[in-house]
């Protein structure tokens, strides 16, 4: 069974440091084309967050604009799991985050994935 499952979610001052990780289950992320966290905030459409994608032996990061130099996503194949270090967190990162892998030739395009985890939640606030 595909299966991804986020952990690490929680309530954090603004400022501070959350790690989320996404485990893969019955499928291997290094095989699939790209991996990325999406969020979504309440009353907001689904955004991407951060991507990695393949191309031939090399491997490229796409970071939305509003987390560059805040959020490093990352990917551990010996474990077969995703994270994301988020750091400076602002109020505005609040959202449910999703992570989720594809074999389409996309990276930060949430439609082409295919595969989902069911999502954590993080909440900025003081």
């Known amino acids: 069974q595909v299966q991804l499952v986020e952990s690490g979610g929680g309530l954090v001052q603004p400022g501070g440091s959350l790690r989320l990780s996404c485990a893969a289950s019955?499928?291997?992320?290094?095989?699939?084309?790209?991996v990325g966290w999406f969020r979504q905030a309440p009353g907001k459409e689904l955004e991407g967050v951060a991507c990695?994608?393949?191309?031939?032996?090399?491997?490229?990061?796409y970071y939305a604009d509003s987390v560059k130099g805040r959020f490093t996503i990352s990917r551990d194949n010996a474990k077969n799991t995703m994270y994301l270090q988020m750091n400076s967190l602002k109020p505005e990162d609040t959202a449910v985050y999703y992570c989720a892998a594809t074999r389409a030739p996309t990276c930060m395009s949430s439609g082409r994935y295919d595969n989902w985890g069911q999502g954590t939640q993080v909440t900025i606030s003081s």
């Open positions: 990695i994608r393949r191309s031939g032996g090399d491997t490229y990061t």
């Open positions: 019955g499928f291997t992320l290094g095989g699939y084309y790209a």
